[in-house]
């Protein structure tokens, strides 16, 4: 049973360990009424900033010796005391973000899934630790032995994310594998889903206790103003941040960490249209299905999701005219709404209505009209492929409920729609296995833009396991190189260490013979 007075927002700052006592400056909004909640919360200042990451960089000189197992149970509890405020968070986060109830339950779930997943990747690695065995009578030079091994890189900026106020916000993703890596975090709160923040920060702070893990091991800073996320990533103190959110926003802080006397790494992951590429033969023999099943992905969320289908590529004729009228009829049938916030649904609708405006684009369907003035109405254009491809504008991504119909004279043309877009998270190619197996040039051009190519099935929703990828290209993410999502994403938080010629006495356990995750050379 949840004790009351840990589900109570105080709206402070959560720093080595402690509440701080600073005035209450904002109100997060409830995005459905478009009014201020009761909840009031510290804008962090300067003082703030240096407290928490300072924090953070005394912690991490003991977090760091803490052991595999040690980190495990740590994130484990974290997932157990989400679990028992979940009542409170999920009723929290509906209020804050408009999210239905059952969304947030299963994002919970999610959030607790990947904090037990890194657990139980640290109790049982699956990595493999590559070993050099020396080779002392090796001519003209002895050969050492080397073992590679890997450090956590130091203390992590996290910054919440307005979409997922929980599987990619406090404990989320970003956090989580900070913490796996060995990393100690300074959170900065997403102001959207200001109370919902620090309802898992007192889960984590609860966990840290009963795991004995150092005061700053995690922190949890609000702000509305930049000023704080700039001083953020600006202090010396911080080794990497990870990110999630606007093109906008992250190039300023990515640009930022490159800036920096000694540059850091940016894992910022800045958006997707997710093209949909619909072969001929498919779309000829299930094109209601495939409009249908396109409307219920772009509405998940309210468009909202990163990985929301943004763009239908098809080739003109009689399937796609069928496919367009089933479009048309079911995004017709959809209700205006709520965005996560009034400044996001602002945006959604100026790009809306500059689209609108262009003389090559044609309205295939609008959602109801809308009940109150910050409800935004789903939409979906057509436009033919000359005129996509010659406007950049309209190959943005335009975050909400809305999609682009790209229709192309000849299968020549989306092979170049694919060679020529940007970086993408994701992109589906929908067609039966005769014409899939006929199209590798297709199939090639998209697998260079993207981080994650699927097969007759929509994007949205990211599965999180080992094999997952969730990044790409630029502007997709910032390292293509890495995934937010998935046991992998703890290498974002670590550097390889080449051990050379210890002795065995002393070497790190996890490098040592007896691990079933050694290689030998």
């Not at 009542?87 to 059952?102: K, N, R, S």
């Not at 190039?251 to 800036?259: E, G, M, T, Y």
């Not at 099943?293 to 080739?315: D, E, K, L, R, Y």
Request: net charge negative.
């Amino acid at each position: 049973m949840t004790d009351k007075s840990s589900v109570a927002i105080n709206g402070q700052h959560f720093i080595n360990g402690e509440w701080t006592n600073e005035a209450l400056q904002f109100n997060s909004m409830n995005p459905v009424l478009n009014e201020n909640t009761q909840w009031q919360f510290a804008s962090a200042n300067t003082k703030n900033v240096d407290a928490a990451v300072n924090a953070a960089k005394q912690a991490f000189l003991s977090y760091r010796r803490t052991s595999e197992e040690q980190r495990a149970d740590f994130l484990d509890a974290i997932a157990e005391e989400i679990q028992i405020d979940i009542t409170a968070i999920t009723e929290t986060a509906h209020v804050e973000t408009g999210l239905p109830m059952a969304r947030l339950q299963g994002e919970t779930g999610r959030t607790c899934g990947q904090l037990k997943l890194f657990s139980s990747t640290l109790r049982a690695p699956i990595n493999n630790v590559l070993v050099d065995h020396a080779n002392p009578d090796r001519q003209p030079l002895p050969k050492p032995d080397t073992r590679l091994g890997t450090l956590p890189i130091g203390p992590v900026a996290v910054f919440g994310a307005s979409n997922f106020p929980l599987a990619f916000s406090t404990a989320g993703g970003d956090t989580a594998s900070a913490l796996a890596a060995g990393c100690t975090v300074v959170v900065k709160g997403h102001p959207a889903h200001a109370a919902t923040s620090e309802l898992v920060t007192k889960a984590i702070a609860r966990a840290a206790a009963r795991s004995n893990m150092p005061a700053g091991v995690f922190n949890l800073i609000q702000a509305t103003e930049p000023q704080a996320s700039t001083q953020l990533v600006n202090h010396s103190a911080i080794k990497a941040v990870g990110f999630t959110g606007s093109l906008k926003v992250g190039r300023i802080l990515s640009d930022i960490c490159a800036a920096r006397p000694e540059p850091i790494p940016f894992y910022g992951e800045l958006g997707s249209i997710n093209p949909q590429f619909l072969l001929g033969e498919l779309l000829t023999a299930q094109a209601e299905s495939l409009a249908t099943t396109q409307v219920q992905s772009m509405m998940m969320g309210h468009g909202q999701f990163c990985t929301s289908p943004g763009v239908v590529v098809a080739i003109k004729g009689e399937a796609l005219n069928r496919y367009l009228a089933t479009m048309a009829e079911k995004i017709a049938l959809e209700s205006a709404a709520s965005m996560l916030t009034v400044g996001i649904a602002t945006t959604f609708q100026s790009q809306v209505d500059a689209l609108l405006s262009n003389q090559s684009v044609s309205l295939i369907s609008q959602g109801q009209p809308s009940t109150a003035s910050h409800f935004t109405r789903p939409a979906a254009v057509r436009i033919e492929a000359d005129d996509y491809l010659a406007s950049r504008t309209l190959q943005q991504e335009v975050f909400g409920p809305f999609a682009v119909v790209v229709a192309c004279n000849d299968l020549a043309q989306m092979e170049l729609i694919a060679e020529q877009m940007e970086g993408q998270l994701t992109a589906s190619i929908h067609g039966v296995e005769t014409e899939l197996a006929e199209n590798a040039q297709l199939i090639e051009s998209v697998s260079f833009n993207v981080g994650r190519l699927i097969f007759n099935q929509m994007p949205t929703g990211v599965e999180v396991c080992h094999s997952m990828n969730h990044g790409g290209p630029y502007p997709a993410s910032t390292d293509s190189r890495t995934t937010s999502v998935g046991s992998q994403a703890k290498a974002r938080f670590e550097r390889p260490l080449c051990i050379q010629n210890m002795p065995t006495s002393i070497l790190p356990s996890r490098l040592k013979e007896d691990q079933a995750n050694i290689i030998t050379f």
